[in-house]
């Protein structure tokens, strides 16, 4: 199996970026945290973070047909855009919504996320722990599909 790992806007900030929202995890950490809680259930893994919308439509479009699910963390993305949520829309593939931090206490324009309507499932204000429950509820999802599929 293979993941798309999707990182937007100023997550490559983490640990200096607003560390009470945040934590003080760096990028490069979260990056191995996750790709060795992947490896021990046998996922490949493709990382991506971009700062640039359009960047991150781009590479949900290019993995079409070559991945089995995408978690995404939209940053800022998730309140604003219309463009990933429609990207993620059409590639049709099984996605999970990650936030770090816990929205429901943060500002009321952090409450709305446009994407949510493409994904199956949302994990938020777990911290970077987040991303490794993110994989399981996609594993579990996967793993179901295609029980029902062999049927």
Do not use: W
């Amino acid at each position: 199996m293979k993941f798309l790992i999707i990182n937007g806007p100023n997550l490559n900030m983490l640990g200096i970026r607003e560390p009470n929202h945040y934590g003080y995890e760096t990028y490069e950490k979260l990056i191995m945290k996750i790709k060795s809680y992947c490896e021990s259930f046998d996922v490949e893994t493709i990382f991506f973070q971009s700062n640039h919308e359009g960047d991150l439509i781009d590479e949900i479009q290019k993995t079409y047909k070559q991945i089995d699910g995408i978690i995404i963390n939209p940053g800022a993305y998730a309140h604003t855009s219309v463009a990933l949520l429609d990207a993620l829309k059409s590639v049709s593939l099984p996605a999970i919504e990650v936030h770090i931090s816990k929205l429901n206490t943060r500002e009321k324009f952090r409450q709305i996320s446009y994407i949510r309507d493409a994904c199956i499932n949302s994990v938020i204000g777990l911290g970077t722990d987040g991303y490794l429950r993110a994989v399981d509820i996609l594993l579990k999802y996967l793993c179901g599909k295609n029980q029902q599929e062999m049927k």
